[in-house]
């Protein structure tokens, strides 16, 4: 944290030191906030990563990158990068179960491959 201040003097007198703003929390986000923070821009890929524009679009031409799961297309003109698993398979070149494995570790975490809660309604019956 920073060292507190000592009070300033302004026209009017002295006043108390103005206290640092809160720091945010840097507890990791929920599971679903991760999975949509994962996709970033092609912009925010090759300053992450320090590959070239043209180098990302040659890994994903040449199907190194699977659509869907390294990338996703948003649009014609909007492609969006998975970051973390990008990174995992710059690590993993050489030990492609490796990665295979953090492939099916991201799957698993995806919501819609989440197990669904089954509740009861005010009866005592399961709902379907």
């Known amino acids: 944290l920073l060292p507190s201040l000592p009070p300033f003097e302004s026209a009017q ?10 720091t945010p929390p840097t507890s990791p986000p929920h599971s679903e906030d991760k999975a949509m923070l994962l996709f970033v821009s092609k912009r925010q890929a090759t300053e992450c990563l320090n590959l070239s524009s043209s180098t990302l ?31 995992d398979w710059l690590h993993n070149r050489q030990n492609p179960a490796a990665h295979l494995r953090a492939i099916e570790a991201y799957q698993a ?19 379907k």
């Open 57 to 87: 679009k040659k890994y994903r031409l040449q199907g190194d990158w699977i659509e869907g799961i390294h990338w996703v297309r948003i649009n014609s003109r909007c492609i969006r990068y998975n970051l973390e698993l990008i990174r």
């Open 13 to 22: 007198g002295k006043y108390p030191p103005i206290p640092p703003s809160p």
């Open 109 to 127: 975490s995806l919501l819609s491959n989440q197990r669904r809660v089954r509740r009861k309604n005010t009866l005592g019956q399961y709902e």
